[in-house]
């Protein structure tokens, strides 16, 4: 009968070559090499398995750490975000409410050249009259609907920052640094200046009250008109 062939069977050498190139399993807990003169092994086990928790600890609040920063960075992103297009829901329009003003501003000269008595004028123009005031509080209605506020500058104190101050008068009568004059109407959108009141102070008068709480200001500090 034919015999099978003999398998080739690892010498002793190659057999402790191969345990020694196999991969070695990598333990989570290095237990360290216990003195021989040590009365108890597992205490040493436990003194590195405490040492290890300690490390994991650590590094586990190291991660906790970085995982808060990051989530704090992100909702602060996401705050900034929307106060950002909440400004810009706000404001986008002040561009276009600046023209705007210029229509309230002409609507106003056309009623103020109206005689005041409407005694000689006839039916036609008291009826272009009343379409100018129906057209000047529909416009005011609107501004008004969409944040658009006119300042009440008439009689205040001076305030820098609503008003521009374009000439001064002598008025014992009124408080001094105090808003004798409307020339131009100003306007806010949005509590944000949008267009500063042009005004004339009365100066020689009783003091007046500080606007706002602060000191009075001179009359020719101007504000920019564009300010925001």
Known sequence: MPTKPAQNK???DEAASGAANAPENDSSLDIPDVPGDAADPAQVIRAAAGARIEQLEAELATA???WMRAAADAQNARRRAKLDVEEAHKFAVSRFAKDLLSVADNLGRALASMPAQEQGIDDRLKNIAAGVQATERELHSVFERNGIKKIAALGA???P???QAV???QDPSRPNNSVAQVFMDGYTLNDRLLRAAMVVVAKGGPAAAPAHGAEPEPANAAVDADGA
């Open 64 to 66: 906790r750490e970085t």
């Open 167 to 169: 000439s001064e008068i």
């Open 157 to 159: 104190p001076f305030d």
């Open 161 to 163: 920052q609503l008003h």
């Open 10 to 12: 690892p010498s002793g």
